[in-house]
């Protein structure tokens, strides 16, 4: 069983900055594509950026320009790192992985941005 853990969330001024991290127990090399997903209070989950096993990056279009995804394959994790932090980001954050036709999340980790 693959598991995923985050960390990095907290309390963060508007305009500031925060990573997060997902450790991964199994290769992140052997994943299809890894996602970032948040889910505010009373609203739907949402896709928040992805990258594919080759490299490629998508962001949902209120992030782009201020939050980027990677990983760093020798320590098997994904990150996000999140720029210029808006109250609207506020959110609990989970790790999404995929490998073949069998789907992972993490726990999540919450951010809350203060205005």
């Known amino acids: 069983q693959v598991q995923l853990v985050e960390s990095g969330g907290g309390l963060v001024q508007a305009g500031g900055s925060l990573r997060l991290s997902c450790t991964a127990s199994?290769?992140?090399?052997?994943?299809?594509?890894m996602t970032w997903y948040r889910q505010a209070p009373g609203k739907r989950r949402e896709e928040v950026a992805s990258?594919?096993?080759?490299?490629?990056?998508d962001y949902v279009d209120s992030v782009k320009g201020r939050f980027y995804i990677s990983t760093n394959a020798a320590k098997n994790t994904l990150s996000l790192q999140m720029n210029s932090l808006k109250s609207e980001d506020t959110a609990v954050y989970y790790c999404?992985?995929?490998?073949?036709?069998?789907?992972?999340w993490g726990q999540g980790t919450q951010v809350t941005v203060s205005s």
């Open positions: 199994e290769r992140i090399l052997n994943f299809n594509w």
């Open positions: 999404y992985a995929r490998w073949g036709p069998d789907h992972y």
């Open positions: 990258i594919k096993a080759g490299g490629a990056t």
